[in-house]
């Protein structure tokens, strides 16, 4: 079946409208009633009390709402309410950022325009965008957003701004021709499209989809199918709740029978269980984890990069492979003057010199010949022509001084057609035909040169130079125009056949340069063992040109049209897509294949960009990044992370944050299962050798309130480091649970158990039950503060300048020191903690044994890195 761009108005009204005639109100209440109202239909959004009732969910969550049902039934309430509580606020603050999150489909209807100007009984009228149906005439002008797909029945040098949906920078000349053949989007030169707007000229199209059938709808439903990606950190915590709490709770049941065995009471047998069960899983660590990632979002806010989600923060540290729209990314999405070319010589913008005669003509004319204004900042027009003015106002050759000097007596619009325009002015030398547009065209009608001050007549060989040049420039993914004139003996109305016999002056070429810090960006993306991929909706021999510019593409072997993958399974594309770099001419089904393939093949995916065509691919890449200044709304609420500078290096830091931010929050994992595990073997050490238990709930549950939380909180805000970026990336299924890391959680753990019992066999040996408990308490409680040192980096640290670089531990270490010395030294609390008050030869040995953890730990790590 063919498509609209296939076939011909006449085929279509009839297809669509039954005759050639424009619609009646008739026609539209029953096209209204066929095909519903212009605008996007919503999924409906899951409600506050399920999104909250699903953040209990996790298994650690379950395990510890058993653990404090079955104390709550023991009488242990103190126990079953702090747990409560911890879980609850985790789940406020994960109910608090879904809400916030995913509001893409609101942008999207947004995006339409707000009315229309249509006709309907014969007459032109203004509606709502709402209204507009199939078979609608749509009539559009410069500076109109575009409220439906359809095909253009009229055109007068209509240029439309695509970018949002194609992401091709510069605006599409449009056609009334029929186009043979199977196009892609961006060439479909006949159609307009929803969400677009135009730029230059006027037309009128007849509305051929309209609502989710549109390609913006299109990529609604794409949005509604893709989902959200959990973070290497969220996948490896889940799974790390779950084994941690079956060994957890492995412990404690083999706990629970020795104390039987031992002919101890079964209620608090299996009360003090659970205690060590509540005290053992770090209940804490989500809200740890959370506090970490907020604080590193206010670090990366004002570095220009705003975190949507928070678990984006790590996530952005485990990538390995970005991949980058180019427009308004890599570039500048503004075009510039590249090069002139006068008398056989190619002159660089920075060389080009207003007071050479060549120059300033060849500026003058461009000028002169050109529709766009610069106003304070606020471009108008194509933005080819502004790039000519930007050129001549920061030569200090304002065009408005230029064109007060010499007005435009008549003119020849741009038709996209001839793919040339005319104008003419009175000079000082006489009366003058400016003509620019496309080489190929305008050589054709050349019949003089001006070179060496002279006016000669072409020669073929003339013409091989400035093709040759031409396709110099187009290779390198330059879009040129040619600079002619004719002169008149008097003011004429300018006429096509004017148009003839001209005089080359010049080319002039143009780009939408890279910003100048993508190939540093792309440098230490590179250097970080992180693999950059562009993917744009423009030209291949653009794209290219910008990747080699930036150090993405090093082969052409590496760049590709997006046609190329069409008809390759997603097992292929899987293979294909390795050892590619650059995709051209993309749709956003492509860009949605892209990641996916990289994602099959273990990585982990940024996609950056700003268009409302890439929103879907920024939803389905793990890490989304979009745009602030040039993004549309619909790729921010897409995105994880905003970029406020629209700078590509922002992502560089937003990685090394990320990475240090992950760093940390493993530095804090290791620190409170090291010491969880120095409480567990003290108890298995005491029911083995038949003790007494070393510790009452009560003591377990201080523990866990103040000697996890607020040392793990001060590691996960460590001052960051730049070695991170020396790594290579974390492989997806790398587990924080590795063979080393379980070492030195043993090992350190070991070390603490040790100094607590020897602590607790000091405060034994009267047979002094509640003294070798208070003992091996305070031990414990110290021990972990000291170890919040011990756990700052995997390297010695105690002779290093960085020893004492981290206020938050200073002031979680003295918080407690003040705390467990109250505890164990006011009488008034003993009856509260089950403790006893103790002397000062009792403290010493307490703070000794506590502090000893320091350097032995401390030199096991020097003899680990040697």
């Known amino acids: 079946m063919k498509a609209y761009y296939n076939k011909s108005i006449s085929e279509i009204r009839k297809e669509i409208?039954?005759?050639l005639k424009p619609l009646n109100d008739e026609q539209?209440?029953?096209?209204?009633?066929?095909?519903?109202?212009?605008?996007?239909?919503?999924?409906?959004?899951?409600?506050?009390?399920?999104?909250?009732?699903?953040?209990?969910?996790?298994?650690?969550?379950?395990?510890?709402?058993?653990?404090?049902?079955?104390?709550?039934?023991?009488?242990?309430?103190?126990?079953?309410?702090?747990?409560?509580?911890v879980i609850t606020i985790n789940a406020v603050l994960g109910t608090v950022q879904t809400v916030k999150a995913?509001?893409?489909?609101?942008?999207?209807?947004?995006?339409?325009?707000?009315?229309?100007?249509?006709?309907?009984?014969?007459?032109?009228?203004?509606?709502?965008?709402k209204e507009v149906t199939i078979g609608d005439e749509v009539y559009l002008e410069a500076g109109d957003y575009i409220p439906a797909d359809g095909r253009i029945i009229e055109n007068k040098s209509m240029k439309v701004d695509e970018s949002a949906l194609t992401g091709e920078s510069l605006a599409v000349e449009k056609s009334t021709a029929v186009i043979e053949g199977e196009v892609p989007l961006g060439d479909r030169v006949n159609m307009v499209y929803s969400g677009s707007f135009v730029t230059y000229g006027r037309g009128s199209f007849l509305v051929t989809e309209i609502a989710m059938e549109t390609e913006v709808?299109?990529?609604?439903?794409?949005?509604?199918?893709?989902?959200?990606?959990?973070?290497?950190?969220?996948?490896?915590?889940?799974?790390?709740?779950k084994k941690l709490s079956i060994i957890i709770m492995a412990f404690c049941a083999l706990l629970f029978v020795l104390?039987?065995?031992?002919?101890?009471?079964?209620?608090?047998?299996?009360?003090?269980?659970?205690?060590?069960?509540?005290?053992?899983?770090?209940?804490?660590?989500?809200?740890?984890?959370?506090?970490?990632?907020?604080?590193?979002?206010?670090?990366?806010?004002?570095?220009?990069?705003?975190?949507?989600?928070?678990?984006?923060?790590?996530?952005?540290?485990?990538?390995?492979?970005?991949?980058?729209?180019?427009?308004?990314?890599?570039?500048?999405?503004?075009?510039?003057?590249?090069?002139y070319y006068i008398e056989e010589k190619r002159i660089l913008a920075?060389?080009?010199?207003?007071?050479?005669?060549?120059?300033?003509?060849?500026?003058?004319l461009s000028i002169l010949c050109n529709d766009s204004t610069n106003t304070d900042g606020q471009e108008i027009g194509d933005p080819t022509e502004t790039a000519l003015i930007n050129l001549s106002d920061s030569l200090n050759v304002p065009a408005k001084r230029v064109r007060d000097a010499y007005p435009r007596l008549s003119e020849l619009p741009f038709d996209s057609d001839r793919k040339m325009m005319s104008t003419l002015h009175l000079l000082k030398d006489g009366y003058t035909m400016i003509t620019k547009g496309a080489v190929d065209v305008l050589i054709k009608r050349v019949k003089y040169i001006r070179k060496n001050g002279q006016i000669l007549e072409i020669t073929a060989d003339d013409i091989k130079k400035i093709n040759d040049m031409n396709m110099e420039f187009s290779k390198n993914g330059l879009r040129v125009l040619a600079i002619t004139y004719r002169k008149f003996d008097q003011e004429k109305a300018l006429m096509l056949e004017d148009e003839n016999d001209l005089i080359f002056l010049g080319l002039i070429s143009m780009m939408d340069p890279p910003r100048v810090e993508s190939a540093k960006a792309v440098e230490e993306c590179i250097q970080a063992g992180i693999t950059p991929i562009m993917i744009t909706g423009d030209h291949k021999i653009t794209a290219m040109a910008i990747a080699k510019r930036i150090g993405i593409l090093t082969d052409d072997s590496q760049a590709v049209e997006g046609s190329m993958i069409d008809h390759l399974t997603d097992e292929q594309l899987k293979q294909f897509v390795a050892d590619k770099r650059v995709y051209a001419r993309v749709s956003p089904e492509h860009k949605i294949r892209i990641v996916k393939a990289w994602q099959e093949r273990g990585n982990?995916?940024?996609?950056?960009?700003?268009?409302?065509?890439?929103?879907?691919?920024?939803k389905q890449a793990n890490i989304g990044v979009a745009m602030g200044i040039t993004g549309s709304e619909v790729s921010k609420d897409a995105a994880a992370m905003v970029l406020t500078d629209d700078?590509?290096?922002?992502?560089?830091?937003?990685?090394?944050?990320?990475?240090?931010?992950?760093?940390?929050?493993?530095?804090?994992?290791?620190?409170?299962?090291?010491?969880?595990?120095?409480?567990?073997?003290?108890?298995?050490?005491?029911s083995i050798m038949a003790l007494p238990v070393p510790f009452a709930p009560v003591h377990l549950l201080f523990i866990n309130l103040l000697t996890d939380s607020l040392p793990a909180i001060a590691l996960g805000m460590e001052p960051h480091s730049k070695e991170v970026m020396k790594e290579k990336p974390r492989p997806i299924n790398e587990s924080i649970l590795t063979k080393p890391f379980l070492i030195d959680v043993g090992i350190e753990g070991f070390v603490i158990a040790l100094m607590t019992m020897l602590a607790f066999t000091i405060g034994y040996q009267d047979g002094n039950t509640v003294l070798a408990s208070t003992m091996a308490f305070a031990t414990l409680c110290l021990s972990r503060l000291v170890h919040g040192y011990n756990c700052k980096s995997k390297k010695p640290v105690i002779f290093k300048k960085g020893f004492f670089n981290n206020i938050f531990l200073q002031g979680a270490f003295l918080i407690g020191f003040i705390l467990i010395t109250l505890v164990v030294t006011m009488p008034f609390l003993q009856t509260t903690f089950k403790v006893q008050t103790l002397n000062i030869e009792q403290l010493l040995i307490v703070y000794g044994l506590a502090l000893a953890n320091l350097p032995i730990i401390q030199i096991i790590k020097k003899i680990k890195n040697r």
């Open 217 to 241: 709808g299109k990529i609604a439903q794409l949005l509604k199918s893709t989902s959200d990606k959990k973070t290497p950190l969220q996948i490896n915590l889940d799974n790390f709740g």
């Open 350 to 364: 920075k060389d080009i010199d207003p007071s050479n005669p060549l120059h300033k003509d060849l500026m003058r």
């Open 604 to 618: 982990i995916v940024a996609m950056t960009g700003d268009g409302v065509n890439d929103a879907p691919a920024l």
């Open 647 to 686: 700078n590509f290096a922002t992502i560089v830091k937003a990685i090394e944050n990320g990475r240090n931010v992950y760093s940390h929050i493993k530095d804090a994992i290791q620190f409170l299962l090291s010491g969880n595990f120095g409480g567990i073997l003290a108890v298995l050490y005491a």
């Open 28 to 85: 539209v209440k029953r096209n209204q009633e066929k095909y519903g109202l212009n605008e996007l239909i919503e999924t409906k959004p899951k409600s506050i009390p399920m999104i909250f009732i699903e953040q209990f969910q996790d298994f650690l969550v379950i395990i510890l709402i058993i653990a404090a049902l079955v104390s709550g039934f023991l009488g242990d309430f103190e126990s079953a309410l702090v747990i409560l509580i």
């Open 259 to 339: 104390n039987i065995l031992q002919g101890g009471n079964i209620g608090n047998a299996f009360m003090f269980a659970i205690a060590l069960a509540v005290a053992a899983i770090p209940e804490a660590l989500s809200s740890i984890v959370t506090i970490v990632l907020s604080f590193g979002t206010q670090k990366m806010a004002k570095e220009g990069a705003i975190i949507r989600k928070l678990q984006a923060v790590e996530g952005l540290g485990s990538v390995s492979v970005i991949c980058s729209d180019k427009t308004g990314t890599l570039t500048q999405n503004k075009m510039t003057v590249e090069d």
């Open 102 to 129: 995913n509001q893409s489909l609101n942008s999207l209807k947004e995006l339409s325009a707000p009315n229309a100007k249509v006709l309907r009984n014969n007459k032109i009228i203004e509606i709502p965008s």
């Open 17 to 19: 409208n039954g005759s």
